[in-house]
C-alpha cells in the first residue's frame, strides 16, 4: 500500500429509533484480499449480514464500531451524536487512515483524518459497505441484550423503531432507560 493512502469507509447504524445508541463502525479493507458481495447493509438479510461481518472482520486490515449513549442522542441530538460515534469509531482503529470516506453529506472532523462524504456510499464504496454492515449487526446484537432485559416493549421484533406495537408497548409500560426521550412521540407524552 506505500503508493496508495490509506481510505477508511465509515458509516452508521440506528439513528431513526425511539431507543438504543447509535451505532458508528470503521473500516480498511485489505485491497489484496477483496470481499464479495459487500452492499448497503439494509439490503442484505440478517444471515448475510451476519456471515460478512465476520468475514470483513477477518479480512480486513482494520475495523472499529463505536456508539454514542442515549444520553449523549438527548443532549447533542442525533446528528450531532452520529458524528461522535463516527469520529470515535475512526480514531479507534488500529491504523490511521489518511481519508475516511463517510456515508451521507455530513462528516465529523477527525484529527489528522482528511474526510469526504459520499451521499449513498454505502451502495458504491466497497469499505462504507463494509462499515455499514460491521454498524448494523453491532447494534443488532445489542437490541438482541435489550430485549432480554425489558422482553415487554418486544426490541427483538422491532429494533426500537417506532412500530405501532413499541408505541402500544411505551403507553403502556412507559420508557426504559435506553429510549430517547428527546424523539417523538415519546417527548410529547412527557414520560420520563
Known amino acids: 500500500m506505500s503508493n496508495s493512502q490509506i481510505i477508511s469507509g465509515v458509516d452508521e447504524a440506528g439513528r431513526g429509533p425511539?431507543?438504543?445508541?447509535?451505532?458508528?463502525?470503521a473500516v480498511i479493507l485489505n485491497p489484496s484480499r477483496p470481499i464479495l458481495g459487500l452492499k448497503d447493509s439494509k439490503k442484505l438479510s440478517p444471515k448475510r449480514r451476519s456471515d460478512l461481518s465476520?468475514?470483513?472482520?477477518?479480512?480486513?486490515l482494520a475495523w472499529s464500531v463505536s456508539f454514542s449513549t442515549v444520553e449523549e442522542i438527548d443532549i447533542l441530538?442525533?446528528?450531532?451524536?452520529?458524528?461522535?460515534?463516527?469520529?470515535?469509531?475512526v480514531e479507534n482503529l488500529s491504523i490511521s487512515p489518511e481519508l475516511a470516506l463517510i456515508d451521507g453529506n455530513r462528516s465529523p472532523t477527525i484529527y489528522g483524518v482528511r474526510t469526504q462524504t459520499i451521499i449513498k456510499g454505502d451502495q458504491t464504496e466497497p469499505c462504507i459497505s463494509a462499515a455499514s454492515i460491521i454498524a448494523k449487526v453491532a447494534r443488532d446484537e445489542r437490541l438482541m441484550v435489550l430485549d432480554q432485559?425489558?422482553?415487554?416493549?418486544?426490541?427483538?421484533?422491532?429494533?426500537?423503531?417506532?412500530?405501532?406495537?413499541?408505541?402500544?408497548?411505551?403507553?403502556?409500560?412507559?420508557?426504559?432507560p435506553f429510549h430517547r426521550k428527546?424523539?417523538?412521540?415519546?417527548k410529547s407524552m412527557g414520560l420520563n
Open 18 to 25: 425511539l431507543a438504543g445508541e447509535v451505532y458508528a463502525a
Open 54 to 60: 465476520i468475514q470483513i472482520k477477518r479480512e480486513a
Open 77 to 89: 441530538n442525533i446528528l450531532n451524536a452520529t458524528l461522535l460515534a463516527m469520529k470515535r469509531a
Open 149 to 176: 432485559m425489558y422482553p415487554q416493549w418486544g426490541f427483538r421484533a422491532h429494533k426500537g423503531y417506532g412500530t405501532k406495537s413499541h408505541i402500544a408497548a411505551i403507553r403502556a409500560f412507559g420508557v426504559t
Open 182 to 186: 428527546s424523539f417523538e412521540p415519546i
